[in-house]
């Protein structure tokens, strides 16, 4: 028996574990590690399952190959890179790099090898289809930050353990353990809120369980946040509460912009009743330190760069933003990545069907079916795949289904054999994750505290059993005319050498005028991966290393939130642009949509505590229970329409069939949905018995919200009917809880 910690990768959360092993290396328990300085101790029920995911019988240990009869093969490391070589040089060499389409999921801001690799292929592979999960998730707020500060990763999080005051819209914290907002035990901390005498509003369609535990839950029709946040705007700026601190530019054009959001007028658009909106906006102006905190359901939305762009507007005008107990930007331990200093564009190329602009060197991924099936030149012809299930989790799902059967060629970096991966040619699986190291760049970017922690490998790579970090690297090389068998250590030394460089170059940088060779002789770490982290942590400005971070296996905190906007401020004026040209463009967009009636019904989406977007359903300690693919539906909607155990739902899009469940703490003329299911006939074999339905049958990928591109997967119209099934006289047939074909 030994015991390890490492910190859990499976939501944001980055909560600290212990696990016991036994001398074969069976997790025998997981527990939440108390000596983490940040989690404490905290364990949700996925944490718990890490063993049983790790071990999971399903789960690819080596690469696979689909053959000519379709029939999967396990092939050596050589023969699948040496496919994929001749795969991707056919399809480039015909066609050209903009054949090749790259996809990032989720994982991939969550591991080591996707998060330090991603770039690298991206730019080794030339081409401008590069698509990732953040325009399913988070892209309108980059494009709200780009434009409010210049900088697209200025993300400022809520400092919910100081703040008086925290208004939360669209984001289940209770479940989903919060997002672009990384705080361990987020249900813990939210009830300490009240205990020192805070206040907690939630906005949603759903009295979720974050609802349950606030001081006041209004309901909002899915989709309309921006309207009622315009009403607060317009409030703040009409009773004259604002109190800006900062030096910000575009107020009056603002107050133009919000003059005709008046409460009145937005609340019956938005559900919240007029003199509950002016409540609110009294509210935050009034309380000491107050912070609007909102997620994907306001993010994936049709207004969703408007809705973010006014939940910072108003942290501004309270006087809450860079501040304490407002919201605040961490200080990473390691030097801030991504950031070029340089004011935000985009659109600087456009997607060639849709003519969708770039943001952050990406194109939306709700127009990746068009860009696969649209005949002409550029036509995507390969996709490379990294840590996605785009089938179960884009718009339209049912369309990229059959659009990627279509392809020349498709590699998938993927544990699983899924949805998605299943249209692959070769399928080339990452190690267990206690074989990975692992730090969090991106999570620990966002944390509530500042604060680090590193976790090295827990269990070794078997002999030939290649790292996540060296699959990147050789598709890398791959992509850059290098071959199959080139080395992928020469990569690492690549692109050490790059940013040694760089930093010994950099004016103030703590390499400044040091002899790369040196420096590079001096890095410590088993890996590229640890090497680039330990250059990363030392051109931070907490002064650590990775021989730092080895030595705290606990992880260590590095103080509260401090201000630092002027260090991030990078527009073009040098100050907070509130009411830049584009997002005006928004609020007459807003405007013209203030009289247009209200779909009857709008279909929302629902995260549940026990699994994880599409890749949780396999582990038996996860299934069933409240992990059920529902439709949650008002019993005023329920008896209205006569639903009866299941229904069929239409959208614009498909159709699908589903069990009801009736629930009070749904709005009505709302109904709701999760996603991440539809697991029928699938090789996960605890997924497929309970498969449930795609939700993104439903969703339209051919709604966006406009400046990011970003799916829309809250307020879709739908309709709702009795199924009746087959033997019914009359009845048309739809095969229980699927899609139609
Ligand atoms: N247990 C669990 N945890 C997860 C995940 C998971 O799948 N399961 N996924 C992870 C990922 S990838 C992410 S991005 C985060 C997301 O983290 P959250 O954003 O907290 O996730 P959700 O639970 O989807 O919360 C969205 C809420 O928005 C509400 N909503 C829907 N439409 C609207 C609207 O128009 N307006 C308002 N105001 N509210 C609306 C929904 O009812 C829901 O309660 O969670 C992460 N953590
Ligand atoms: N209708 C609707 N759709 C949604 C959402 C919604 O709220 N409603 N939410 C959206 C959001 S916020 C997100 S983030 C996206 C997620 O969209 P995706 O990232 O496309 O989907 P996931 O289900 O997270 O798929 C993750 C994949 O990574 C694989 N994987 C797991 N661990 C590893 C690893 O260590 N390495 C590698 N290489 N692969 C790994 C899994 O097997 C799985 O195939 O879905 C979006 N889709
Ligand atoms: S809350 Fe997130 S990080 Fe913490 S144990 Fe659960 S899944 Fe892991
Ligand atoms: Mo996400």
Known sequence: MRTAHRTCPLCDAVCGLRLTLDDSGHVTSVKGDPDDPFSKGFICPKGASLGHLDEDPDRLRVPM????????????????????????????????????????????????????????????????????????????????CGYLFGDPLAISVPDIDRTDYLLVLGANPVESNGSLCTAPDFPGRLKALRRRGGKLVVVDPRRTRTAAVADEHLFVRPGTDAFLLFGIVHTLLAEDLATIDLEVA???????????????????????????????????????????????????????????????????????????????????????LGRTGEPYTTGRWHSRVRGMPESLGELPVATLADEIETPGHGQVKALIAVAGNPVLSAPGGPRLDRALRDLDFMVCVDPYLNETTRHANVILPPPRILQMPHYDFLLLSVTVRNYTRFSPAILPLEPGQLSEGEIMARLTLIASGQGAGADPGALDEMMLEQILGGATQAPGSPFEGQDVAELRASLQGNSGPELLLDVFLRLGSHGLSLAALLESPHGIDLGPLEPRLPELLCTVSGRVELAPPPLAEEAARLRERLATPAPEM??????????????????PTLAGGSNQCTLQVHPDDVTRLGLGEQAVVRSANGELVVPVEPTETIMPGVVSLPHGWGHAGSSQRIAAEQPGVNANVLTDESVVDVPSGNAVFNGVPVTLAPYEPVESAGARSLPLASAPA
């Open 602 to 619: 709008l279909l929302i989406g629902r995260r549940q505590l026990r699994s994880n977007n599409s890749w949780l359903h396999n582990v």
């Open 65 to 144: 190959m689909r053959g000519e009869d379709d029939e999967w093969h396990e092939v050596t490391w050589e023969e699948a890179f040496g496919a994929v070589d001749r795969g991707l040089k056919r399809v480039i060499d015909t066609h050209g790099r903009d054949a090749v389409a790259l996809y990032l999921g989720n994982p991939t801001f969550h591991t080591m090898g996707g998060i330090l690799y991603r770039g690298a292929l991206g730019q080794a592979l030339g081409t401008r289809n590069i698509y990732s999960a953040s325009t399913i998730d988070q892209m309108p707020k980059h494009v709200a």
């Open 250 to 336: 575009g107020l009056e054009e603002l107050r133009r912009l919000a003059e005709d959001f008046t409460p009145e007028i937005v609340s019956p658009v938005c559900g919240v009743p007029a003199e509950r909106i002016v409540r609110l906006a009294r509210e935050l102006a009034a309380a000491p330190t107050a912070a609007v905190y909102s997620r994907i359901g306001a993010c994936t939305v049709e207004f969703g760069t408007a809705t973010q762009w006014l939940v910072d507007v108003i942290n501004i005008l309270t006087g809450n933003f860079d501040r304490p107990g407002g919201v605040m930007f961490t200080r990473t331990a390691t030097m801030d």
